[in-house]
């Protein structure tokens, strides 16, 4: 099992940036699915982005040409960069990793 520790939520306006950081407890592999997930007040679980079994990426189409996400597999990171956030982007964030969750980071747009 690994442990993961998000770290960068916080609160921002609309528009605005935040990057999310995702630590793995062991060394991840390249061919290990890796990304976050997001759960709004009152709904489900979803898919923000993800790194596939092949190394590609995946992005949730309410978000695709704002976040980025990237990953370090020296530092056993994956990272999240979020832009042009909006309110209906306000959730708790999960990195996950092969089955593994983190313990989730808040993430608040509001004016």
């Known amino acids: 099992q690994v442990r993961l520790v998000e770290s960068g939520g916080g609160s921002v306006q609309p528009g605005g940036s935040l990057r999310l950081s995702c630590v793995a407890s062991?060394?991840?592999?390249?061919?290990?699915?890796m990304g976050w997930y997001r759960q709004a007040p009152g709904k489900q679980r979803e898919l923000v982005a993800i790194f596939t079994s092949a190394g590609s990426t995946d992005y949730a189409d309410s978000v695709k040409g704002r976040f980025t996400i990237s990953r370090d597999l020296a530092r056993n990171t994956v990272s999240l960069q979020m832009n042009s956030l909006k309110p209906e982007d306000t959730a708790v964030y999960y990195c996950?990793?092969?089955?593994?969750w983190g313990q989730g980071t808040q993430v608040t747009v509001s004016s």
């Open positions: 062991r060394r991840i592999l390249g061919s290990v699915v």
């Open positions: 996950y990793h092969s089955g593994n």
